[in-house]
């Protein structure tokens, strides 16, 4: 499994949370389109096959200016309370969001318990301008 094999090959105190960036518009679990691995302290430039079928490769997340960020406890039934809060904070604050979603498990309880796990959603926001366009802050 993705759990074990990981810190077995990166090293245990190389690896830190397991995480997701989420390309999919929708929360549809049978349709979304996601990137999962682990946050690295370094990088070890190997790659991780788990199945013919799947390879975990090291890459860098390109850096974010500014995000929105709710934390979640709780298993997936409980994602949409937050992505909702968010929205809700981008509406009454004029941003909008401007790239895929990341998530952060802070918490994963090993005995499979989703009322143990809090997870960190990100999103990338921009600020908008009394019109709807989008504030270009590059420099």
Same mark, same amino acid.
């Given at each position: 499994s993705?759990?074990?094999r990981v810190p077995l090959i990166a090293g245990p105190s190389n690896v830190s949370y397991f995480m997701s960036v989420v390309h999919s518009d929708t929360f549809d679990p049978e349709r979304?389109?996601?990137e999962l691995g682990f946050l690295l302290h370094q990088s070890k430039g190997v790659s991780i096959e788990l199945s013919e079928e799947v390879v975990?490769?090291?890459r860098i997340l390109p850096a974010v200016e500014t995000m929105a960020v709710v934390v979640v406890v709780g298993g +997936?039934? =409980?994602y949409p309370a937050g992505f909702t809060a968010v929205g809700q904070w981008c509406e009454e604050n004029d941003y909008?969001?401007?790239g +895929?979603? =990341?998530e952060i498990f802070l918490e994963m309880p090993a005995t499979g318990d989703e009322d143990g796990i809090v997870i960190e959603i990100q999103f +990338?926001?921009?600020?908008?301008?009394?019109d709807g366009r989008l504030l270009n802050t590059s420099l």
């Open positions: 993705i759990m074990g979304m389109e996601a975990l490769e090291e +997936p039934s =409980r909008e969001i401007v +895929p979603q =990341r +990338p926001v921009q600020a908008r301008l009394n």
